[in-house]
């Protein structure tokens, strides 16, 4: 089995309509079904995400049918524990509920003298605040922009570089060309921010000094607090997601490179990966992990793993080429 070390962030959409279910599982009919490769037994350990815990649980009720002779013990207390729970061997299965960091992949490294093989077995939620949602720039609706670059949102968002300070750097024109940019987002230490760091930041800068970082606060989330913020502010720019959207905001499409065609956050666009702050849900395990853990994986990335997805409801099922290319990987010597 191949290692894999850093992986490219993917920010996705999940189906939360019937209609949208069924286009899914329309997607991928050639997606192969799980068939047992030789019967294995056991148990698997695994640790991790508490909000994956419903999927894992759909995961092993189809697995176990095909595999009786397999047991699952849990240990999911936080995602924090996933890397760290396999490189220590207390676990076979790390439940990663989002990226893996730098650091946690360092980590690994340094305990075991390679890098962990990391599945990508989901895509992020579209709308579910605590399922890995697609990260979305939000403007007030009066704002006339109407899209942004990749290359434009680090111009914004990061402390060196060339930075943008008003919005005729953007492209308007009139009164809005020199008035001035303000920045709104999520702590630092927030894993959205990180992510949105690792996948726009070319080259790991810092965020800007101009940003205002919102944490959780007396109950709300802080990306209903960044929405809030950039509808009170005419000259607003945030990072957020459209669980907390309202009429006096709205997302704006982002191009992956400039002059490439803008992509709009919309189901469809998350649930194929076309959108570019789309995310992702992972499995970590060490290399050449036993023919148990193999074979679960296997199913997870099967056909019936895809329909577990979309029957759990919050995360989205992997496009049938990605779902392909990590049954590859684990073939791989």
């Known amino acids: 089995m191949r290692t894999r070390g850093h992986h490219r962030v993917r920010i996705c959409l999940v189906a939360n ?20 490769t030789r019967p294995v037994a056991g148990t698997i350990h695994i640790c991790g995400s508490p909000q994956m815990g419903d999927l894992l649980k759909l995961y092993e009720q ?39 960091w730098p650091s946690e992949e360092q980590a690994f490294v340094s305990a075991k003298g390679y890098a962990p093989t990391v599945v990508d077995v989901a ?12 990260l979305m720039i939000f403007v007030p609706s009066r704002n006339p922009i109407r899209s942004v670059s990749m290359g434009q949102l680090e111009q914004i968002f990061a402390s060196s ?4 300070l008003n919005w005729g ?20 230490e927030n894993d959205k921010a990180q992510i949105f760091r690792q996948m726009v930041f070319r080259r790991q800068q810092p965020w800007s000094t101009a940003l205002k970082a919102f944490s959780n606060l007396n109950g709300l989330d802080a990306g209903e607090l960044i929405v809030r913020a ?19 905001v709205r997302a704006l499409p982002i191009s992956v490179r400039e002059g490439d065609a803008p992509v709009s956050p919309t189901r ?26 193999v074979e679960f994986l296997r199913y997870v990335l099967s056909r019936q793993g895809r329909q577990a997805v979309v029957q759990e409801g919050n995360y989205l099922p992997l496009p049938p080429g990605i779902a392909k290319r990590e049954l590859r990987e684990l073939a791989a010597p």
């Not at 396999?86 to 990663?96: E, F, N, P």
């Not at 895509?123 to 697609?134: C, E, L």
């Not at 950039?230 to 006096?248: E, L, M, Q, R």
Request: glycine share 10%; proline share 8%.
């Open 17 to 36: 309509t019937a209609a949208f279910a069924c286009l899914i599982c329309a997607q991928g009919p050639d997606l192969p079904r799980h068939t047992p």
């Open 268 to 293: 469809k666009t998350v649930a194929s990966r076309g959108y570019p702050l789309t995310r992702a849900v992972y499995m970590v395990v060490d290399r050449d992990p036993d023919p148990a853990t």
């Open 62 to 100: 189809g697995f176990t049918r095909l595999q009786p002779a397999v047991h699952f013990e849990q240990d999911l207390t936080s995602t924090v524990s996933a890397v760290a729970g396999v490189s220590s061997g207390r676990a076979q299965i790390g439940l990663l509920g989002r990226e893996i």
């Open 123 to 134: 895509t992020g939620s579209f709308n579910v605040p605590k399922a890995t949602f697609a």
């Open 161 to 164: 570089g060339t930075p943008i």
């Open 230 to 248: 950039v509808a009170a502010d005419p000259d607003g720019i945030g990072i957020s997601n459209v669980a907390y959207a309202t009429p006096a």
């Open 169 to 188: 750097q953007l492209g308007l024109k009139g009164g809005w060309a020199s008035r001035s940019v303000h920045l709104y987002g999520f702590n630092a």
